[in-house]
């Protein structure tokens, strides 16, 4: 009797998976590999006046990823942080942004727009709302009905993306896919990976393509891989126009010349052991810019403790010949919202080619 149950009882668990994979399944996320991006906020300003710019690339961790904070994903224990945290990482992240100075461009990864795990804050709205002055654009590249893991306390649904706010307007900007993808059924619970693409006019004819990515990050390197030889491809093209390129975000790789030991901060580092962007990528002349000295990133195997924590360099800028980089910086707020700083360069887009 007692293994008749077991058996019966089997027998539903099964084919409940089943039916739940069958509904992931016909539910699975399938943008197109190239969709249009229409702004959802509007700058007064149409064309790029200046040769000199600013940017900022961060990516804020659905704001539920503060110093507090470790990651099941990663070897850590938390799915999210109580509903307080998350609030102060939210409120923290939004309050930096001070319209008045804010830069040009401002790249942001991993906004949730809705997710279990940041509470359903709409953070694209609460963003844009912040920089109501702005241009922006929104690409999502998770939409899942239901992340079924960890086993006993779901991640559950969630919609999010990366934002483009730029304070010109764009005279296009699009969501391209990048290839690859984890097999089935991993793919149908994780991200789709995809870089926007944007273009701006300016003053003297040329165009910036301004490039926000998010790689991936729990391959074993093979489709970072992929998504790096396709922005080169593009980085390439574009600057063979004869246009400025400039590709910024969070890479999940060390830049090249990337050195622990340069980081003065007086934190523990650590290398990506992953695929890693060869020294010649990119013909004489392209520019990695990064702030050696300050860690972007930290592991989330644990809460973060200072002297303690391994940290990183992973979101950093790249720029084609014809620009100059004046001055970059990362923000050292020692993660206290994100698991990422963020990062701030100033350029000079040259007349040269």
Not at 107 to 119: G, H, N
Request: aromatic share 14%; glycine share 4%; hydrophobic share 40%.
């Amino acid at each position: 009797m007692i293994i008749r149950s077991i058996i019966v009882f089997t027998i539903i668990l099964v084919f409940i998976l089943l039916i739940f994979l069958l509904f992931s399944t016909l539910d699975e996320y399938k943008p197109s590999n190239k969709e249009i991006l229409h702004p959802e906020t509007f700058s007064f300003s149409k064309t790029l006046s200046d040769s000199i710019i600013s940017l900022m690339t961060w990516n804020i961790g659905y704001a539920s990823m503060g110093s507090e904070t470790d990651f099941f994903y990663d070897g850590g224990k938390m799915v999210r942080p109580n509903r307080e945290l998350h609030e102060k990482y939210l409120d923290s992240i939004v309050n930096f942004f001070q319209p008045e100075k804010a830069p040009n461009f401002i790249l942001l990864q991993e906004v949730d727009y809705e997710a279990k795990r940041s509470y359903f804050s709409n953070e694209k709205e609460t963003l844009q709302l912040r920089l109501i002055d702005y241009s922006s654009v929104f690409a999502v590249n998770y939409n899942v009905f239901f992340v079924p893991v960890p086993l006993f306390n779901p991640m559950g649904k969630v919609i999010a993306g990366m934002i483009s706010f730029s304070d010109v307007e764009p005279k296009s900007s699009f969501r391209i896919a990048f290839a690859g993808n984890y097999p089935w059924p991993v793919r149908l619970f994780n991200l789709k990976r995809c870089f926007i693409l944007q273009r701006f006019n300016t003053q003297i004819g040329k165009e910036l393509i301004l490039i926000n990515i998010h790689n991936s990050a729990f391959d074993k390197g093979d489709l970072r891989k992929i998504q790096i030889e396709t922005l080169r491809q593009v980085a390439l093209k574009e600057y063979g126009k004869g246009n400025w390129v400039i590709i910024g975000g969070d890479w999940n790789m060390n830049p090249p010349g990337f050195d622990p030991d340069k980081i003065t901060t007086g934190d523990e580092t650590f290398t990506v052991e992953t695929e890693k962007i060869p020294n010649d990528f990119l013909p004489k002349g392209w520019k990695w810019i990064y702030d050696e000295k300050r860690p972007t990133n930290r592991s989330v195997v644990t809460s973060y403790t200072k002297g303690e924590t391994p940290t990183t360099i992973i979101d950093f800028f790249l720029l084609s010949p014809n620009i100059q980089c004046l001055n970059v910086e990362t923000i050292n707020f020692a993660f206290s919202f994100s698991d990422h700083n963020p990062v701030f360069l100033e350029a000079l887009l040259s007349n040269c080619h």
